[in-house]
RNA sequence: CCAGGGGUGGCAGAGCGGCCAAUUGCACUAGACUGUAAAUCUAGCGCCUCACGGCUACGGGGGUUCGAAUCCCUCCCCCUGGACCA
């Protein structure tokens, strides 16, 4: 593959890039790259984390880049994620892992590790806390969107200020040059780019490209707001504390048809649309070519090949929502079926799943 | 540790001895309206009951009172300031 198709590849991935041609010198130079991604284990695990994180880390690992999955297990207890109860976290982790394995990722280039384990190493300590003596305590506060806590910065306890440090020390321990996460990490990720070069090699010396993803819309309605662009990805995106705002991995039929159909889907929008944007960046990335049924007396069947062919149709109200939230409900439902099942045939998995449905009603 | 201010339903936030199951806003649910959703309007929104009614509730515990979310005592927790700082 050449060097032009792999960074195709990446772009394809990012909706931003920071640093693109640092990226170019580097597929240029030959040596071996590391993107990282991390997750912290809470609650359920919806499609933006499952399926789309799977599309991009494919086109990453296709584009020759070896994957780093951070399991942030420490991170999310610094942040009260699952009342701060490591254990579960470790299980939750477990469980988003037998997700991944039925969603179609290639986890043949996909290394997971874990904050937990890392913990253990005093050269950690070392780093996060050299990370920390970098900037003033308000640097850090100004991050704080990307723990899901934008708006009550004042209710940061002390532990999560230590969020970010490890989260910038996690980059340079894993020697990823690439850092491949979501557009809400936009602002840790600046950071780290900003002091790596403070740090000295092995753990450090470089700036990380930031190979930042779309954040995935959640299914309400997005709030007025003229704040400024990662400010409002951040407010729509799709989040976990409104079950119905997301739709999860591991829902049924029913539950896809249920959330799809409440979905804000006005005729004509094409901007900050949830449909259409799963159609975007989950349906066709999954299916070439898309047939919307819809009754005779709305026109009878369309093929489209492409989510520009159907934007056009949609922005020109050819197609009503009503039709591409029936095909997307089927959609959805393929593309899950697999995990579902893995669920219920495979007792680790199901056992998983059963924990963490259990914690979920604890709460 | 001291002083002051707080802890009320999913959240925000009223109430400050009976008219409080608790104003109001948001969220949520249902219906009306649209070939979807949104917006708008209407209703519901602690639990049991068709209903009458009953039960449990205002941080925990105890008390005063015919009667307490509202007063007193005590404990826990949070906030603001102060004190301490070899």
């Not at 490890?166 to 557009?183: E, H, R, V």
Request: with cysteine; net charge neutral.
């Amino acid at each position: 593959m050449t060097i032009e198709e792999r960074l195709n590849l990446i772009k394809q991935v990012g909706e931003e890039i920071v640093g693109e041609d640092e990226l170019i010198k580097l597929l240029e130079s030959g040596e071996p790259l590391i993107a990282y991604d991390g997750f912290e284990p809470s609650g359920q695990i919806h499609i933006a984390q499952g399926l789309l994180r799977a599309i991009n880390i494919n086109k990453m690992t296709k584009a020759g880049i070896k994957f780093k999955m951070w399991i942030a297990d420490w991170h999310a207890v610094t942040n009260n994620k699952m009342g701060g109860d490591l254990e579960k976290l470790k299980i939750v982790a477990k469980y988003f892992i037998e997700v991944w394995k039925a969603s179609g990722m290639d986890l043949n280039n996909v290394e997971f590790l874990w904050a937990s384990d890392m913990v253990k190493n005093p050269k950690y300590w070392e780093l996060v806390i050299k990370v920390g003596t970098t900037n003033k305590l308000s640097r850090f506060i100004r991050t704080a969107e990307f723990m899901g806590r934008e708006e009550s910065i004042e209710k940061l306890t002390a532990a999560q200020i230590m969020y970010p440090c490890m989260q910038i020390a996690d980059i340079f321990m894993l020697g990823a040059k690439i850092t491949q996460l979501g557009m809400d990490q936009r602002k840790v990720n600046m950071l780290a780019r900003e002091i790596g070069m403070q740090l000295s090699p092995p753990a450090g010396g470089w700036k990380p490209v930031v190979v930042s993803h779309h954040m995935l819309m959640g299914l309400g309605k997005p709030p007025l707001s003229d704040a400024d662009k990662a400010t409002r990805t951040i407010a729509i995106k799709m989040s976990k504390s409104n079950p119905d705002n997301a739709i999860f991995m591991t829902d049924t039929t029913e539950d896809i048809k249920r959330k799809i159909t409440k979905a804000y889907c006005p005729e004509g929008e094409v901007k900050e649309n949830p449909v259409l944007e799963y159609y975007r960046y989950i349906l066709f990335e999954k299916f070439p070519q898309i047939t919307i049924e819809r009754p005779s007396k709305y026109g009878g069947a369309v093929i489209l090949d492409s989510y520009q062919n159907l934007e056009q149709l949609y922005k020109e109200r050819k197609i009503h929502p009503l039709d591409i939230k029936q095909t997307a409900v089927i959609l959805l439902d393929q593309l899950l079926e697999p995990v579902r099942e893995h669920f219920s045939r495979n007792e680790t998995a199901k056992a998983l799943l059963a924990q963490v449905k259990s914690f979920a009603v604890t709460r």
